[in-house]
């Protein structure tokens, strides 16, 4: 396993945290970011890293800071 293996399961652990917290949906959030429902389901599980524009978009509709979620 890669040493940086863990970043994108601890991005997305933050980015699921956050969603919770706001009380939105994967879906809801996957809309208003303009990703499918699916990808955001791969963020949060550590499967994809998404561009920093993606996660820029995030943060927004999470209303948190980015560097809340890197």
Known sequence: MRKN???PK?????????????????EAVAFKV????A???????GRNVPSLEVL???AKVLKVKLSDLV
């Open 56 to 58: 820029q978009k995030i």
């Open 34 to 37: 303009g990703v499918s429902r």
């Open 5 to 7: 293996a863990k970043l």
């Open 10 to 26: 601890v991005l997305g652990k933050k980015v699921q945290q956050a969603r919770k917290k706001t009380g939105l949906s994967q």
């Open 39 to 45: 990808y955001m389901g791969y963020i949060e599980q």
